[in-house]
Every structure is written in structure tokens, then in C-alpha cells.
């Protein structure tokens, strides 16, 4: 989805489209079925309205299904696919711990961090394990950049100096 809307939204104004309500909002309707299928039932269950309809609330925008998959794509090419390989209704751990803190969202250095821990290249999707809980998955990546934020510039550090900066807990993943 990223890399199809990156190519057809190419021509526009990106500024002008970044927080523009009706085209996220229009775009979230005409993949509805996809963002929101039917259960076996043949109900839907929708998430929250910011999953669908772009929020006003520029901290919440980031919730929006398809503008945040355009942007990670937009912003860092082929190499965030993994965060997105599953159905598009399927908000991921990995985006939405990325995604929560727009700082990490406009880092290029920490972005690459996590696609070199987490991207599994051969599967087209993230590394088995990476989305749960324990030693060095994507949310103790977060709480551990969090940490290392106060005593380093991470955001003049490019991906590899911050994955070999991380503590061993984080190997199973930097080495597999």
C-alpha cells in the first residue's frame, strides 16, 4: 500500500496533503473493506475513528492507517516494508511503538536502527519475536533509546552506531 499511494501521490503538494483530512479520510473509505474486513459473522469491528479519519490532534495523526504507512514509506523507502507485510488492518507493534513519538518517526538514523534489528529480508517481513514481549524486542528498543536520548544525540547517529551502542540484550536479534 505504501509504496503504490508514495508513486500516485508523487505529483501532489506534500505539504498541502500531509494534513489534509478529506484525501486521508477519502482514502481510509475506499479501503475500508480492508482496513476494517467482516468477521465470519459478517460484522465489522472498526477501531478507533483517528485509525480511519485523520485527526486534528497532530499527536494522533500518526494513528492513521494509511497516511502512516505513506509517510514510513515516503520518508525511508523499501527498507520499513517489514513494518508493514501483514493485512492492512493489522496495526503493528513495531509502527505503533516507531509511530507513538514523532521524534523517532523523523529519525532516519533510528528508523535504520530498528530495520537492521528487525527486518528479516529473506521472509519480507519483521523477525519472529520482534513484536512480543522479553529481551530486546521493539518496545524495550524504544525504552532503552528513551534512556539513551538524555546522554546521546541519536538523531545524528546513523543506524549502525546505534544498533552496536545497544546492551547484549538486543544480540538475538542483531545476529540473527
Known sequence: MGKYLVE???SCNQIEISSDIGIWSWLALFYFDQLCPKDKSGFRKPKRNDNYILSKNYNHRERHSIRTTYYFVKLYGIKVLFMFSKELYVRGEITEQLSQRQDY???EGIINAAS???N???KKTFKRGSAGKGRGVVRRFVKVLQQFDTT???FSMPGIDIVNMLPEEFDK???G
Open 8 to 10: 500516485v501521490l508523487s
Open 105 to 107: 518517526l523523523s529519525s
Open 116 to 118: 537492521i534489528l528487525y
Open 120 to 122: 528479516d529480508d529473506k
Open 152 to 154: 546521546h544525540d541519536l
Open 173 to 175: 536479534f542483531r545476529n
